[in-house]
């Protein structure tokens, strides 16, 4: 199993502990200790799987958009959209709550153009409001004559989106460009005549899970 970089410093941190406290169980012979320090094991074991970062294979190139993150689909609607795509566009997002993986791929094949962090509120990353209000970090991908947008957005519980795309930097579909701790959503603008595949509810897996085709 993979892990997300990011996630190390966590991940040492939380099995310390646990370790430390069982070695103090053994040496006082205290079951209450006993009993903390595998809760303790417990929450570092799910730091780690919160922090996975598997391996991703699907349908790659041509028209196909692919779901940046694991989640739900929450949303799909038409907004104005006026950073980057200037315009109409229609907007389909993911929510990840905190046991997905949380590593975000590109969705499309192209060249980044935009990278814009937006600070703000930590709002529940579902409602329609958090789109415009909460934290957020916006990177746009040019392909061929489309410009796609997406968008990560911190929920009540993330407090630290990382972004590794910059102006320039090629976007390889599928490939690895950020990250989010710890629950949130992430949203995809595709063109408005696009043919969105997916449906409100339906649970999506990065880098593999088709959203919608461009148009042609």
Same mark, same amino acid.
Do not use: C
């Given at each position: 199993?993979?892990?997300?970089?990011?996630?190390?410093?966590?991940?040492?941190?939380?099995?310390?502990?646990?370790?430390?406290?069982?070695?103090?169980?053994?040496?006082?012979?205290?079951?209450?200790?006993?009993?903390?320090?595998?809760?303790?094991?417990?929450?570092?074991?799910?730091?780690?799987?919160?922090?996975?970062?598997?391996?991703?294979?699907?349908?790659?190139?041509?028209?196909?958009?692919?779901?940046?993150?694991?989640?739900?689909?929450?949303?799909?609607?038409?907004?104005?959209?006026?950073?980057?795509?200037?315009?109409?566009?229609?907007?389909?997002?993911?929510?990840?709550? #905190? !046991?997905?993986?949380?590593?975000? *791929?590109?969705? &499309?094949?192209?060249?980044?153009?935009? /990278?814009?962090? %937006?600070?703000?509120?930590?709002?529940?990353?579902?409602?329609?409001?958090?789109?415009?209000?909460?934290?957020?970090?916006?990177?746009?991908?040019?392909?061929?004559?489309?410009?796609?947008?997406?968008?990560?957005?911190?929920?009540?519980?993330?407090?630290?989106?990382?972004?590794?795309?910059?102006?320039?930097?090629?976007?390889?579909?599928?490939?690895?460009?950020?990250?989010?701790?710890?629950?949130?959503?992430?949203? #995809? !603008?595709?063109?408005?005549?696009? *043919?969105?595949? &997916?449906?409100?509810?339906?649970?999506? /897996?990065?880098? %593999?899970?088709?959203?919608?085709?461009?148009?042609?």
């Amino acid at each position: 199993m993979n892990f997300a970089r990011e996630g190390y410093p966590f991940m040492a941190l939380s099995a310390s502990i646990a370790v430390t406290v069982l070695a103090v169980a053994v040496w006082r012979r205290s079951w209450s200790l006993w009993l903390l320090g595998f809760l303790l094991l417990v929450i570092a074991a799910w730091v780690a799987w919160f922090f996975r970062d598997p391996e991703r294979d699907g349908p790659r190139g041509g028209r196909n958009v692919i779901a940046p993150a694991d989640g739900k689909i929450v949303m799909i609607t038409e907004v104005d959209e006026p950073t980057y795509v200037y315009g109409r566009t229609t907007r389909i997002s993911i929510f990840m709550n #905190v !046991f997905d993986v949380h590593v975000n *791929r590109y969705p &499309v094949d192209g060249k980044v153009e935009h /990278v814009v962090h %937006t600070p703000g509120k930590f709002l529940n990353a579902v409602s329609e409001k958090s789109s415009l209000e909460n934290e957020q970090v916006s990177v746009g991908i040019a392909t061929g004559r489309f410009r796609i947008l997406t968008r990560q957005i911190a929920g009540l519980i993330a407090r630290r989106i990382i972004t590794y795309s910059r102006p320039g930097d090629p976007a390889s579909q599928g490939g690895r460009y950020g990250l989010i701790r710890f629950g949130s959503r992430v949203d #995809v !603008f595709v063109p408005t005549d696009s *043919r969105v595949i &997916v449906k409100l509810g339906q649970r999506t /897996v990065a880098g %593999t899970t088709v959203i919608a085709e461009l148009p042609v």
